[in-house]
């Protein structure tokens, strides 16, 4: 694995006396989240790879199992399998860029942005706010080639808020956990092992490839505690399934917007507790 170094200019020589402003402190903020997209974005690879295997799933398998499966929910097969594959793309995409985070503090420019007169928790929310740019991306040229294949999605302003929203919450739960791998794992070889059971075996029992209710019941009901459960039943709901069928499966009720609230919930608590903890984990690493 080949290292790379990016200049930190826009931090150099600053001390907190230097950032009276909020603009002074914004600007810190978005070096930092410049840098680290230069990171992620700078080689095709970093940018091709998580998305080849979903838009495969999504262009090629879907469209052919389609053909044997029938509708779930009232949603056409290959419309439902792309959306499912989302809940692949927005994990796989989070925790290649924490394999990032573990090249830049093995071999990268990580300790001296951490003697650098700025909070530390910046280092991990600018890595996280690059992560979910690039998982943005991604997503947006996953829907793309799936419509253009021929899945059918009914967007409205509120449906893709949902569908925004439910991305945002995953990303930022998956990257939170991808940072604390990040700083626990000695090595990126280390790191790249947990990549299947963190970023791929949760896709399987989240309802992405068929409906929680078609598992036995209790791996339904760890299939409920699951954070990429509720995003995938959000995306559904946000763009293809306004009765909210994945919804319904996973509280077993009747008002639709009421389900999204909470599993909208239940991804911001776990956005917010991996971010947490993936700080606190951050900042005791960086003294030893």
Known sequence: MIATTTTIDGLAGTSAAAWPSFRGRLGAFTTLVVRRLSLNLRNPRAIVLPLATPVLIAVVMAPALAKTAGAVGGVGYMTYLAIGTAGLLVPLSCMQAGLSSVVDRVSGNQPDLVAAPVPRAWLVIGNLSAAIVTSALQVGALVVFSAFRGATFHATASGILWFSAASLGLATAVYGLAELLANRTGTAEEYVNAIPTVGIAPWFFAGSLFPISSMPGWIGAVAKALPVTHA?????????????????????MNN????????LTVLAAYAAVLTAAAIKVFQSAAVR
């Open 256 to 263: 639709a917007a009421a389900m999204a609230g909470f599993s």
């Open 232 to 252: 995938v039943a959000l995306m559904r709901y946000g763009l293809v399934d306004p009765r909210g069928s994945d919804l319904h499966a996973v509280w077993g």
